[in-house]
Every structure is written in structure tokens, then in C-alpha cells.
């Protein structure tokens, strides 16, 4: 767990809590990449980046080309959890 949290920027973990956050806000629903871009002040583009990179480290998954269709995987839950903990 710790590697992975390593190799986490801030940005991408501010991220991945977000989409955590949202989906529990939310009753389940993914936000858009236009969600987080509001939510971090950056382009759809730049969300997308984040999403990606996300995605390759095995955090999330998503549905390309198709509207809040990020889900967080068990490692994106143990991290969200681990960083909750405080660990």
C-alpha cells in the first residue's frame, strides 16, 4: 500500500479522494470529468490525465467515452481507507 501511496502525487491523491467523496455524496453516481475539473480547477483534459494515470496505477476504472463511468477498484478503496486512517 505504501508503494502505491508513493507514487501518488498530491493532485492524483486529491483526486482520487474526490472521486471517493463523490460517489458516497452522491449514492454511487462517478463524477464527470468536468466534476473534477470544477473541483480542482483544472480542464476536463487535465482531469482526464489524472483519471488515466489513476487508472494504470489500478486505483479506478472507467468506461472510455462514456458519462460517470469511473469506479473506484479494491486498491483505490484500500488507499482512500489507509489515508482516512491516517496510515
Given at each position: 500500500?505504501?508503494?502505491i ?48 494515470i489513476?487508472?494504470r ?19 483505490g ?11
Amino acid at each position: 500500500m505504501d508503494d502505491i501511496l508513493g507514487q501518488l502525487t498530491e493532485n492524483q491523491l486529491d483526486t482520487l479522494l474526490f472521486i471517493d467523496q463523490y460517489r458516497r455524496v452522491t449514492g454511487g453516481w462517478s463524477p464527470s470529468l468536468g466534476d473534477i475539473g470544477r473541483e480542482h480547477s483544472i480542464s476536463r483534459v487535465a482531469a482526464l490525465r489524472r483519471v488515466r494515470i489513476l487508472e494504470r496505477l489500478g486505483l479506478v476504472n472507467r468506461v472510455p467515452r462514456s458519462p460517470r463511468a469511473i469506479s473506484m477498484t479494491s486498491m483505490g478503496r484500500s488507499v482512500v481507507a489507509s489515508v482516512a486512517a491516517g496510515t
